[in-house]
């Protein structure tokens, strides 16, 4: 597994409450422990080691919190609490994301003569917080059990991407390509919902007339990384200079708006009129950490900004075929990051087919032809579903690599593990374009899904 230290960063804050007879010794060792789960995984912790008894006591430490700039708070109710004691002062503090913990009774503590009665407040909270449509996760259990830490786990793995993605940036260079309608979008609707912002600041021709302001040895700095691991076809050159062009001018793009993630219409401005698609430099940058996708498709865009807050395993932006009934084949005009190549052999370098121009004849720049990496793998893809909804369509599989569908372009074969799963793929393909990333990352991008509201395909 690649996974990311899934909590790195995160600040959280945390509350303890319970009614005004009810506090114990025996509860605050389980809210030392509890404390100690939440810095394990890596998070720093906020608590002011008071259980608290009233609103206003509660209300305070929240507001504490809030203008400590936490990114989620648990409220751990360690005995019987009156619910409106938690209930009205949380829906008064906005959107910070929020862990509801509760504990069961044990005999361990039974024989001691111990009942808590927090499983009874914690059920009565969490059934209001249900109705009143507020998001929120959930855990019952001691802070020892291994399935408590592994809800815990999830629920700040939800919320470290969930946070990340509020501060991202996607650069759009032109708007959707070729009428393919699931690259549009709506952008209040991905703010609202995802909090992602989409920066529009640049379009074809300002990227043209940065690439003319770009200096010979800013070019030949570049051009050295491919001296060695890359084999270069006939008719490259003017080609491998206009794209390495267009990586600088985009890179260049990419610092100053601040973006995460880059998407580029490409066609037909930059393949046609140009003569220089965006492939090579969109797979440079892809490999460097600036989640891209083309012909404008948003939608993508944030699909791999996800899939990389859950895992840092190299991924692959690309067109999906059903193949032979039995798989699927996935491949591009040119966008393939290098780091999915499994070294076996020299990347070859070729012009870009006039299969892709406008015209048929008249095109540019430089197809990456490489043999991918043998793997387990997750696919997923992300679509609007109207009325500000969204959906995600997920399977996994394994990668082989076979021989280019044409063109010169890298492809690579998922075999899934059934025929029900390629039939039930073919029944729920949402979009042309998916994101295939070298790791099984299903089960968590599901409960992503569903701390977001987001329906699962």
């Known amino acids: ?30 809210i030392e422990d509890c404390n100690k789960a939440v810095k394990d995984y890596g998070c720093d912790v906020i608590y002011n080691n008071k259980i608290l008894t009233s609103n206003t006591e509660v209300r305070e430490s929240l507001i504490e919190l809030k203008v400590s700039n936490v990114d989620a708070i648990i409220a751990i109710v360690t005995n019987w ?3 409106p004691t938690l209930v009205q002062p949380l829906s008064e503090i906005g959107n910070i994301p929020l ?21 009874s407040a914690a059920a009565v909270i969490k059934s209001a917080f249900e109705q009143m449509n507020y998001k929120f996760q959930y855990i019952m259990g001691m802070p020892e059990e291994p399935a408590s830490r592994k809800r815990l786990e999830t629920a700040l793995d939800n919320i470290r991407v969930t946070s990340r993605l509020k501060r991202s940036k996607i650069g759009l260079i032109g708007y959707n390509s070729m009428g393919i309608y699931t690259a549009t ?5 991905l703010k609202k919902h995802f909090g992602i912002e989409i920066d529009n600041r640049a379009d074809s021709y300002i990227v043209v007339k940065m690439m003319e302001e770009i200096k010979e040895d800013e070019i030949e700095e570049v051009r050295k990384r491919f001296d060695k691991g ?38 037909h401005e930059f393949t046609s009129y140009l003569r220089c698609a965006a492939c090579l430099p969109l797979s440079m940058l892809t490999d460097e950490g600036v989640m891209c996708s083309d ?15 859950i895992s ?64 387990k793998v997750t696919l997923a ?39 029900m799963d390629y039939d039930s793929f073919v029944r729920n393909q949402i979009s042309n374009h998916y994101i295939m990333i070298y790791d099984e990352i299903e089960d968590k991008l599901r409960k992503y899904c569903r701390y977001n509201r987001i329906m699962v395909l």
């Not at 804050?13 to 005004?20: C, K």
């Not at 979008?185 to 609707?189: A, H, M, P």
């Not at 012909?295 to 807050?309: C, P, Q, S």
């Open 312 to 375: 840092d395993a190299v991924l692959f932006f690309g067109d999906i075929y059903p193949y032979n009934h039995r798989s699927l084949l996935m491949s591009h005009c040119g966008l393939v990051p290098h780091s999915c190549h499994d070294n076996s052999c020299d990347i070859v370098l070729n012009p870009m087919s006039p299969r892709i121009s406008k015209d048929g004849i008249n095109t540019g720049g430089i197809v990456s032809t490489l043999r991918y990496k043998s793997g």
């Open 381 to 419: 893809r992300l679509e609007g579903r109207g009325a500000g909804s969204y959906a995600m369509h997920i399977l996994e599989g394994t990668a082989y690599p076979v021989k280019s569908i044409g063109s010169n372009y890298s492809t690579v074969e998922i075999r899934l593990d059934s025929q």
């Open 230 to 267: 890359y084999v270069f076809a006939e008719d490259t050159k003017q080609s491998l200079e206009l794209s390495l062009k267009m990586y600088l001018a985009l890179k260049k793009l990419v610092k100053e708006g601040e973006w995460d993630a880059l998407s580029v219409k490409c066609q």
């Open 185 to 189: 979008f709506d952008q209040l609707g």
């Open 81 to 83: 609490v009156e619910p």
């Open 1 to 30: 597994m690649n996974c990311l230290n899934i909590n790195n960063g995160l600040k959280v804050g945390i509350i303890t409450v319970a009614h005004l007879r009810e506090p114990s010794e025996a509860a605050r060792k389980i």
């Open 295 to 309: 012909e404008g498709d948003i939608h993508a865009a944030v699909t791999m900004l996800i899939m990389r807050n």
């Open 99 to 119: 862990i509801l913990w509760g504990f069961p009774e044990t005999d361990y503590y039974l024989d001691q003569g111990i009942f808590f009665g927090s499983s």
